[in-house]
């Protein structure tokens, strides 16, 4: 099995050391693979920056245009309250989202059986016409768009389960039948959207899965979603491609959220992504990186993923389960509605 790897040094010269999303987190990720020898495992893919055309297929030119100010601007920009941006940052963004553009092609052109991007800065709150949530472009949303436009794939499905909602992506996508877009998180949470009627506009509706899920639910409330939520929606969709919005801020020791996943839990539902790709679109699948903001469950989580794309077995956890019980309470009520509302 080949595994295309999709990452570069230039990512840690968008960097504010006091940021919670600072260089800090690849490194530890980079040394984290090294370590394990998981590098001379994969297949490193040589990465083009995103082009103009390529980003304005998911965002506005007013997006790409506040970069660009930043890119002539002295010292941070601060795009909004927690949002910076440096003169390098734009030529960082442009080489993560292409890092993204390069695993998908690696996958869809045969070259690789999966793929991972292992990028920052992350990019699931970029929306159509603003950078937040640490976010400057939409890595996966460009990613998916150059693949429908230029590899004729039809449907991609994206799956997202950072501990915040996938807003920006939701936003993109959606008024489009083409792409569904699963986002499991905590909520009430930044950004403050997502919420179970949030379902898609026009021709898309119907064709956004938000599962709501309150702080405190660990590992068996995801892997309830995944099998009465999410794999019932996916068969239904029958994708060509699938990719992954991986945050490791669910877990249980991140700081800035309060959700009890495991990594042995996060373990399982990287595997339920690989087992639907293999049932439901040839194996093709690709992982991209979002949050994480622990830096030992984030660099031990893509050691997992990693691991789990080359058919290794093996799990690495410092960590071990959450203490005591879950506290979310009763994860019952959000499936009985998601299954309602999307007809599952």
Same mark, same amino acid.
């Given at each position: 099995?080949?595994? *295309? ?11 504010? @050391?006091?940021? @919670? ?112 949530? &640490? ?13 429908? *436009? ?11 389960? %950072? ?18 877009? $699963?986002? $499991?998180?905590?909520?009430? &949470? ?5 919420? +179970? ?28 979603? &995944? ?10 969709? *029958? ?8 945050? &490791? ?19 399982? +539902? ?42 290794? %077995? ?8 959450? @203490? ?12 009985? *509605? ?7």
């Amino acid at each position: 099995m080949t595994t *295309a790897y999709a990452s570069h040094s230039m990512f840690t010269e968008h960097d504010f @050391p006091r940021h @919670p999303e600072h260089a800090g987190r690849i490194r530890a990720v980079w040394e984290q693979l090294s370590r394990q020898r998981l590098l001379d495992q994969v297949d490193r893919i040589e990465l083009t920056p995103a082009s103009d055309d390529q980003i304005l297929a998911a965002h506005s030119p007013a997006q790409l245009e506040r970069l660009a100010a930043a890119a002539q601007a002295d010292g941070v920009t601060r795009l909004d309250h927690d949002t910076y941006a440096l003169p390098k940052s734009l030529a960082v963004a442009r080489l993560a989202a292409g890092a993204a553009v390069g695993a998908v092609d690696s996958v869809l052109l045969g070259k690789a059986d999966n793929a991972l991007a292992v990028v920052r800065p992350p990019g699931h709150h970029a929306t159509v016409n603003w950078q937040m949530g &640490f976010c400057l472009l939409n890595n996966i949303a460009i990613a998916t768009r150059h693949a429908q *436009a230029r590899r004729n794939c039809g449907k991609v499905l994206i799956i997202d389960y %950072d501990a915040h909602h996938g807003n920006g992506t939701q936003d993109i996508f959606y008024a489009d039948p083409s792409v569904l877009f $699963i986002s $499991i998180h905590q909520s009430p &949470f930044y950004p403050g959207s997502g919420g +179970l009627k949030e379902t898609g506009s026009a021709g898309g509706a119907g064709y956004t899965l938000n599962a709501p899920v309150a702080g405190g639910h660990g590992d068996d409330s995801y892997e309830r979603i &995944f099998a009465e939520v999410v794999w019932p929606a996916a068969e239904r969709f *029958a994708p060509d491609l699938l990719l992954a919005s991986v945050g &490791f801020d669910a877990h249980w020791v991140d700081p800035l959220a309060n959700m009890q996943l495991s990594l042995a839990g996060y373990d399982r +539902l990287a595997r339920a992504c690989l087992q639907m790709a293999e049932r439901l679109c040839g194996g093709k699948i690709v992982f991209v990186m979002e949050g994480g903001y622990d830096l030992a469950a984030l660099a031990h989580g893509w050691c997992n993923i990693t691991r789990a794309l080359l058919g290794s %077995d093996e799990l690495s956890d410092p960590y071990g389960p959450a @203490p005591g019980a879950a506290s979310g309470g009763d994860i019952g009520p959000v499936i009985a *509605a998601a299954r309602s509302i999307h007809g599952l």
